[in-house]
């Protein structure tokens, strides 16, 4: 593969922010995170379909990131392209019929408050989880309880080398922080179904929900929010703490003392510091409850 042709096809060609070894720490909430080979941040639908063509041309492995919100980069980086989505993939459109049109690349903070500004309820369960529209759709991210999926009516995504494929709502399986669009589509733009609400209504329940995640959640040092899945009927982060493991640290990481599923950078933590904390807690809940916890953090440029 060649990088080094890709970048020099792309650099100055399309609408793009092209990049040579950007670090992915100024790109994921943990603030870690070692460099991608090219970074290409698309600011149009056409700029990201050149990219995909010649990444594919260039036999140069990509994958699309939104805010890096759910994402532990390697020290080392990742040996292809990293893309992101922002400008015309930023778009909220609020419809008649109580739908918001979101682009992939708009934070999900910003589609919740212009929901709110609309009298339109069904996604007060997302304040406070950072991230993009397409990050929160590709991780079906939200509750226990509630989950963005059940809200998306219908969706676009890219599928390289065909072009654009739409999927309806019900087409799609909604899993725990997982779906069935396959990892090789990107997600461009969704339409998600909402209903009137009261204002005051709606800004109360956001409020308390944001109370609850302050008073339970370390939200003061980088992390990247929940690290393992919870397992069916369980708690991870209650298996973690009864193993002891609440302030365990390695280097700069440490097992949060607010919170036994979040591990926070400290300041200097590596993406070695928090591998090692991952299979610390891991080995330990499974020595001590048989339960083999699986990671909720997509991990990027540790290799197969
Ligand atoms: C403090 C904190 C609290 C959090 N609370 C919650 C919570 O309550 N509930 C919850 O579910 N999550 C939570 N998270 C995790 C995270 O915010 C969510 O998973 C979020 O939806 C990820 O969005 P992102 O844009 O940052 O995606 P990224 O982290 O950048 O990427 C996540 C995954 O989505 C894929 N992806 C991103 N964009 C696209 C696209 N356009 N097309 C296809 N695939 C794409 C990436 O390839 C990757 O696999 C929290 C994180 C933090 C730091």
Same mark, same amino acid.
């Given at each position: 593969m060649s990088v080094f042709n890709a970048y020099m096809t792309l650099s100055g060609a399309i609408d793009a922010d092209v990049l040579r070894d950007e670090r992915l720490s100024r790109h994921t909430t943990y603030r870690i995170g070692g460099p991608a080979a090219l970074f290409v941040a698309a600011h149009s639908y056409a700029a990201l379909a050149r990219t995909v063509a010649v990444l594919a041309a260039e036999h140069v492995d990509w994958v699309i990131i939104g805010k890096g919100s759910n994402l532990l980069v390697s020290d *080392? @980086?990742?040996d292809g392209c990293v893309i992101t989505l922002d400008d015309e993939f930023s778009r909220i459109a609020i419809g008649d019929d109580g739908s918001v049109t979101v682009g992939a690349g708009a934070a999900l903070s910003k589609v919740v408050n212009e929901a709110l500004k609309a009298g339109l309820? @069904?996604?007060?369960?997302?304040?406070g989880i950072p991230g993009t529209a397409g990050g929160a759709i590709s991780m079906d991210a939200g509750t226990r309880h509630e989950w963005i999926g059940r809200r998306v009516r219908d969706l676009v995504v890219l599928r390289p080398g065909e072009g654009l494929h739409r999927y309806q709502g019900s087409d799609v399986e909604w899993g725990y922080r997982s779906t069935?669009?396959?990892?090789s589509e990107i997600i461009l733009e969704a339409t998600l179904a909402l209903e009137p609400g009261s204002r005051a209504e709606i800004t109360a329940d956001m409020e308390e929900r944001l109370r609850r995640r302050r008073e339970a959640q370390p939200l003061g040092a980088p992390s990247c929010g929940s690290v393992f899945r919870n397992p069916p009927e369980r708690s991870a982060g209650i298996l973690v703490e009864s193993c002891g493991l609440k302030g365990a640290s390695c280097g700069g990481a440490q097992i949060s003392p607010e919170h036994a599923n979040f591990i926070v950078n *400290? !300041? !200097?933590?590596t993406a070695a510091d928090v591998i090692a904390l991952i299979g610390r807690a891991h080995d330990e809940v499974l020595a001590r409850y048989g339960v083999d916890l699986a990671c909720e953090v997509k991990l990027l440029g540790f290799g197969a």
């Open positions: *080392r @980086g990742y309820s @069904g996604l007060e369960f997302c304040v069935s669009i396959p990892t *400290r !300041g !200097g933590a």
